[in-house]
């Protein structure tokens, strides 16, 4: 499984962006972002299922984020608005290809990353 990110980027507090996730080579049930800001454990930001539709997400970004998917284009994208400081992160595709709980945090396969930063 390939899982190619783009979309991260510099913007002001309270600004807008949006990650991409196209992903090749395999069924997928789930797939989620992470995010690790340096000295943090990585969290997962938020995940949908594929089939299910069910979405989860991490409390620190909901209402503020959207995950969505492109069926045709086996892409995943982040919404990401009203971006804050403490979202400042390298932010993770991730996919599950066993069909785990949508709030599970175990994927099988990751993206390189993408670097996000809001200033103040």
């Known amino acids: 499984v390939q899982l190619v990110e783009s979309g991260g980027g510099l913007v002001q507090t309270g600004g807008s962006l949006r990650l991409s996730c196209a992903a090749s080579?395999?069924?997928?049930?789930?797939m989620g972002w992470f995010r690790q800001a340096p000295g943090k454990a990585r969290e997962l930001v938020t995940a949908?299922?594929?089939?299910?539709?069910?979405?989860h997400y991490s409390d620190s970004v909901k209402g503020r984020f959207t995950i969505s998917r492109d069926d045709a284009k086996n892409t995943v994208y982040l919404q990401m608005n009203s971006l804050k400081p403490e979202d400042t992160a390298d932010y993770y595709c991730?996919?599950?290809?066993?069909?785990?709980?949508?709030?599970?945090?175990?994927?099988?396969?990751w993206g390189q990353g993408t670097q996000v930063t809001v200033s103040s």
């Open positions: 949908i299922a594929w089939n299910a539709g069910t979405i």
């Open positions: 991730a996919a599950d290809l066993l069909g785990r709980a949508v709030f599970s945090p175990k994927f099988d396969y």
């Open positions: 080579g395999r069924t997928l049930y789930r």
